[in-house]
Structures are given as structure tokens and as C-alpha cells.
């Protein structure tokens, strides 16, 4: 019987309070392998985000399965090491890095993803002369109507100038690094800020293509300029679910394959997160009140759903209840108005006690969940039975 099947969820609620958070590590276990699977046809290094869900049973089986690990603090970076993950299994990204971390990186081997020139600065003096291999995180528009990206160097002169600024600090260009993210904020934002906000998941595979084609065309250019050699391009996240995914490996290797490198190309670098751990999960929480005929109040609200505020929760009724579907609207137990897990979830009329489970929800929530008025829920896995 699956971990995650409505039988075994329904005992697990009447053994354990709600809310309470369920993860399978099976299903951890069975999306990391479709992932390597779908992309073995490819030099490919998939490195789990660790900032999706940061459980060390999460990371330990993402590592045993044979994935890398993507850390986007130093924080996480030692939660990769204490994972299992070697060094040269781990790629370290984000804008804030101590020398400290910085020197860990050098010294244990793992990929370095540079964030801007200050820290590129850092990272020279740092090295005192050693040749040390780095990586660059740039960006350049790929989605239309949104904020321009944050992070990293701006495809062109100043990626090129950062890359010549190695270069003559003897330092070496090891690759190029891009993530555009899941979270995108419009530039045409409405009243409510966090209705600017759109989740985009799984990215478009023409999207991902792009992106892929814009970084190796950038990277041709460097080699050409500088007269150097990149061991991989990242093209960051945002894969299908991991049972989607071989399309999509043949769509985002199919630029570096088909451009004229003059050697062997880059090594493909891919950072999934929600497609490692967004259905290996679920939030159970029961109906605390009734408010009128087309809503209740839950006992897990945006403080163990975070990602509810931009995008409601796919809520699944586990009990057997009678009456019509109808739009239901869910609200948290938080003292707040903008506490709504869903605002028009397709269900009968529901008493105090009925069981519901926010679905596809292990990516992202646990790890921004708070304990605001109420604890963070406890969290079962398989290593718990």
C-alpha cells in the first residue's frame, strides 16, 4: 500500500494530530530516478535544489538515488556534506557567501556559481593566485512583462568583462550558470502584491529551451573572445514532473549538441526541485469550523502553506462525505485576512473533524512554513513507521 494512500493517511491522522506533514520517500526515491533515467542519454549533472525541502531524509535519499545537490547558502551547503554528498557532488549558488564557505568550496571541490562583481572581487582576493575554477551566474530576459532578473551579471559586456577579470587574475572560467525562476513578479503589479506574483511550473520546454540556447551562445561567445574552455553550462530549474521529464532533457541538451564547439560540449547542468518533491508530500489538516454554507476554517492555514498567499492549495477530501461539490472557500485558523488555503475548493458540505489533504504540496512549503501563533506541524516519513 503506498505511503501516501488515502487509507494509510486517514490512520495517520487519527494517530497524530493535524496538521500534520506526510512524505514518501519512496516517491523522493522513484522521481530521482526517473529524472537520471530521462536524462542519461545526456552528459548531465541534476543537482536537487535543497531550498525546495531541506529534510536531511529528503537530501539523503536525493543523494543515494544519485543525485547532486544545489545550495543556495552556506547553510544548505553543509546540509549537502551532512547528506552525504561529496564536494564535487554539490553546486553552490546564491548571492550571499562568507570567505569562510567561499574557502570550503575551493578546498572540497564543489562547483562555485559567482553572483555578482562584489563578489567576484571576493572570490579574487581570496584565491591569492590560485588557478581555481569558477562559475558565473548571469541573466537575460527570457519572459516578457515581468521584473528584470536580480541575480548574476547581465548577459553581454558585463558577463564578458567578469570573465576577461578572471582570466587575468589567473583564475578559470570553469561555466555559466542561469536560473529563471518559478516566481515571477509582473511589472503591470495590481493593488495586492502577492497577486503580481505567478508561479511558473513546469517551465514551458520552449522556455527551458531558450534559455539553454541563450547561455550556449553566450558561452560560444566567451570561448571565442578569451580563447577558453567551459566544462558546463546550468540552465537552473523548473522541470516537469519527474515522470514528464525525457522530453524535456532532449529539448534543453538539443542546443549545446547542435552548436560547433570545436571540442566535446559543456556539461549540462540541470537544478529540479518541484520535480523532485512536490508529490512526495502531503499537508493533512481537519476542518475546524463551519463559516456559512460555501466555507470552513481549516487548522493549517498560510503558516504551514505559504505558497496558498500567491496560488490556492489543491485540497482532496479524504473523508466520506455526502452532498454536492460545490466552490468552497478554505480559510487558515490565522488571525489574518489574507489566511485562505483555497478560495474555491470543489467540495460537499463539510462538519468539524472532516479530513482534508493539500496535495502535491512538498516543495516549498514546509521550508518557508512558520511557527506564527501556531508550532510547525510535526512531519512523518517512512523512517518514522
Known amino acids: 500500500m503506498s505511503f501516501l494512500s488515502s487509507d494509510n493517511l486517514c490512520r495517520l491522522a487519527s494517530r497524530h494530530r493535524t496538521p500534520l506533514w506526510v512524505y514518501s520517500l519512496a516517491q523522493v526515491r522513484q522521481n530521482a530516478g526517473q529524472l537520471v533515467n530521462a536524462f542519461s542519454p545526456y552528459p548531465t549533472t541534476i543537482a536537487y535544489a535543497i531550498k525546495a525541502c531541506a529534510l536531511p531524509s529528503v537530501l539523503r535519499t536525493a543523494v543515494q538515488a544519485g543525485l547532486s545537490l544545489e545550495a543556495a547558502s552556506g547553510y544548505e551547503y553543509g546540509l549537502a556534506r551532512d547528506a552525504g554528498a561529496p564536494g564535487d557532488r554539490i553546486v553552490f549558488n546564491g548571492p550571499l557567501k562568507t570567505a569562510d564557505e567561499l574557502e570550503r568550496t575551493f578546498s572540497e571541490g564543489a562547483r562555485l556559481n559567482v553572483d555578482s562583481l562584489t563578489e567576484l572581487e571576493e572570490v579574487i582576493l581570496l584565491a591569492g593566485g590560485r588557478p581555481l575554477a569558477v562559475g558565473l551566474r548571469v541573466h537575460f530576459p527570457v519572459i516578457e512583462g515581468h521584473a528584470p532578473d536580480r541575480f548574476g551579471l547581465a548577459a553581454g559586456d558585463e558577463t564578458l568583462a567578469a570573465s576577461q577579470r578572471l582570466k587575468e587574475a589567473g583564475l578559470r572560467l570553469a561555466g555559466l550558470h542561469v536560473h529563471v525562476g518559478s516566481y515571477t513578479v509582473s511589472t503591470d503589479a495590481p493593488r495586492v502584491p502577492a497577486h503580481a506574483v505567478n508561479l511558473i511550473w513546469p517551465k514551458p520546454a520552449n522556455l527551458l529551451q531558450s534559455v539553454s540556447a541563450g547561455?550556449?551562445?553566450?558561452?560560444?561567445?566567451?570561448?571565442?573572445?578569451?580563447?577558453?574552455?567551459?566544462?558546463?553550462?546550468?540552465?537552473?530549474?523548473?522541470?516537469?514532473?519527474?515522470?514528464?521529464?525525457?522530453?524535456?532533457?532532449?529539448?534543453?541538451?538539443?542546443?549545446?549538441?547542435?552548436?560547433?564547439?570545436?571540442?566535446?560540449?559543456?556539461?549540462?547542468?540541470?537544478?529540479?526541485?518541484?520535480?523532485?518533491?512536490?508529490?512526495?508530500?502531503?499537508?493533512?489538516?481537519?476542518?475546524?469550523?463551519?463559516?456559512?454554507?460555501?466555507?470552513?476554517?481549516?487548522?493549517?492555514?498560510?503558516?504551514?502553506?505559504?505558497?496558498?498567499?500567491?496560488?490556492?492549495?489543491?485540497?482532496?477530501?479524504?473523508?466520506?462525505?455526502?452532498?454536492?461539490?460545490?466552490?468552497?472557500?478554505?480559510?487558515?485558523?490565522?488571525?489574518?485576512?489574507?489566511?485562505?488555503?483555497?478560495?474555491?475548493?470543489?467540495?460537499?458540505?463539510?462538519?468539524?473533524?472532516?479530513?482534508?489533504?493539500?496535495?502535491?504540496?512538498?516543495?516549498?512549503?514546509?521550508?518557508?512554513?512558520?511557527?506564527?501563533?501556531?508550532?510547525?506541524?510535526?512531519?512523518?516519513?517512512?523512517?518514522?513507521?
Do not use: M
Not at 515522470?243 to 547542435?258: I, M, T
Not at 512526495?280 to 469550523?289: P, Q
Not at 485540497?315 to 489574518?336: M, N
Open 215 to 385: 547561455l550556449t551562445d553566450l558561452a560560444l561567445q566567451i570561448e571565442h573572445e578569451l580563447d577558453v574552455q567551459l566544462d558546463y553550462l546550468d540552465v537552473g530549474g523548473g522541470l516537469p514532473p519527474a515522470d514528464q521529464a525525457h522530453d524535456y532533457a532532449a529539448s534543453v541538451y538539443g542546443p549545446l549538441a547542435e552548436a560547433d564547439w570545436g571540442h566535446e560540449p559543456p556539461r549540462l547542468i540541470v537544478e529540479p526541485g518541484r520535480a523532485v518533491v512536490a508529490d512526495a508530500a502531503v499537508l493533512l489538516t481537519r476542518v475546524a469550523a463551519v463559516r456559512g454554507p460555501h466555507a470552513v476554517v481549516a487548522d493549517a492555514g498560510i503558516n504551514c502553506l505559504p505558497t496558498a498567499i500567491w496560488k490556492d492549495a489543491s485540497l482532496t477530501l479524504l473523508d466520506a462525505v455526502p452532498g454536492e461539490p460545490r466552490p468552497t472557500t478554505v480559510y487558515g485558523p490565522l488571525c489574518l485576512q489574507t489566511d485562505i488555503v483555497s478560495r474555491s475548493a470543489d467540495l460537499p458540505p463539510l462538519q468539524p473533524g472532516a479530513l482534508l489533504a493539500a496535495t502535491a504540496a512538498g516543495a516549498y512549503n514546509l521550508a518557508q512554513s512558520t511557527d506564527f501563533i501556531f508550532p510547525r506541524p510535526p512531519v512523518i516519513t517512512e523512517e518514522d513507521q
